[in-house]
Nanobody, 123 residues
Framework: QVQLAESGGGLVQAGGSLRLSCAAS????????MGWFRQAPGKEREFVAA????????DYVDSVKSRSTISRENGENTVYLQMNSLKPEDTAIYYC????????????????WGQGTQVTVSS
C-alpha cells in the first residue's frame, strides 16, 4: 500500500481557488494512478479527478472539469488538485487515493486512501 496525506483544504469564498496536495510514501509512487474523491455531508463519495502514472492522461467529473487541474510530481511523490471558481456545492472532504487499476472512476478500484482534507466554500 501507499501512505497518503492530504493538505491544502480550508475555508474559501465562492469564486476563490485552492490547491490540494497529497504526499505519498511507501509503495513506489510512480507505479500508481492517483485519484481525488470527495464526500459531502449526507452524500455518497464522488469521483473528482484522476491522473495516470506518468501524468500524461487525466480525467475529471463533469462538474469540475472546466475549473480544475490534477497534476503530479513523481520526483516529489506528490499529486495536486488545483480548483478554481469554487462553488458552495464543492464543499466536502477531499480524499486522495492510489490504484494500479485503470478503472479509476470507481472508489472500489483504490487500495490506499488518505485521511482527507476539508474544503468549505462560503456563498
Amino acid at each position: 500500500q501507499v501512505q497518503l496525506a492530504e493538505s491544502g483544504g480550508g475555508l474559501v469564498q465562492a469564486g476563490g481557488s485552492l490547491r490540494l496536495s497529497c504526499a505519498a510514501s511507501g509503495r513506489t509512487f510512480s507505479n500508481n494512478h492517483m485519484g481525488w474523491f470527495r464526500q459531502a455531508p449526507g452524500k455518497e463519495r464522488e469521483f473528482v479527478a484522476a491522473i495516470n502514472r506518468s501524468g500524461g492522461t487525466t480525467d475529471y467529473v463533469d462538474s469540475v472539469k472546466s475549473r480544475s487541474t490534477i497534476s503530479r510530481e513523481n520526483g516529489e511523490n506528490t499529486v495536486y488538485l488545483q480548483m478554481n471558481s469554487l462553488k458552495p456545492e464543492d464543499t466536502a472532504i477531499y480524499y486522495c487515493a492510489a490504484t494500479r487499476n485503470l478503472n479509476w472512476r470507481s472508489g472500489a478500484a483504490y487500495d490506499s486512501w488518505g485521511q482527507g482534507t476539508q474544503v468549505t466554500v462560503s456563498s
